[in-house]
């Protein structure tokens, strides 16, 4: 049994709570500590409401297309949005589970979002889930001291184009729900990927 399960268990012994379902929550949360989380991939991308193909780059896009890039990048802005899809494997003998999470995304070591995502996830034993985590942000926001044509080519680097390497790194931490209290795992679960 591991340290964090141990002291879950007494902590829930002391304050009174330790029925079968709270321990076997309790059991699933510390679960997680076993589990292997690692990037599936990024989908869904959209840079000013337009869907980026895989390998998609500026000289793809249409004349419209173009003129609201033109647009954008004259106007300081460039709101993309996209899912970072994590893969989760359990290979408990029970299920692994929590009521939500908090998460932190960067890329190339700026921050993008620290929220949370209010979702409950289910890992079965050996088994695996994907999680998808959707991002919305914008890059010339969190940019502002790069040049428009590093920030241009970062939004077509994630959906795949051939560009500077792109750092995305992710941290997660989850939640179980005991008698309506919220209760955290202890450490962020960190993770990087390097789209190359």
Known sequence: MSKLKKTLIILFVTLGLASCDVLNQVAQMANFANCTFNFNNINQIQMLGINLSKGMTAESLNITQGLALVNAITNRTLPVSFNVNLNVSNPNSIAASMAKMDYILTLNGKQVVSTTMNQAINVPANSSNVVTIPITTDLFQLFSGESADAIV????????????????????????????????YPNYISMNKTLN
């Open 153 to 184: 080519n970062l939004a077509f680097k994630l959906a795949g184009a051939s560009s500077n390497p792109v750092n995305v790194g992710l941290k997660v931490k989850p939640y179980i729900s005991i008698n309506g209290q919220q209760l955290s």
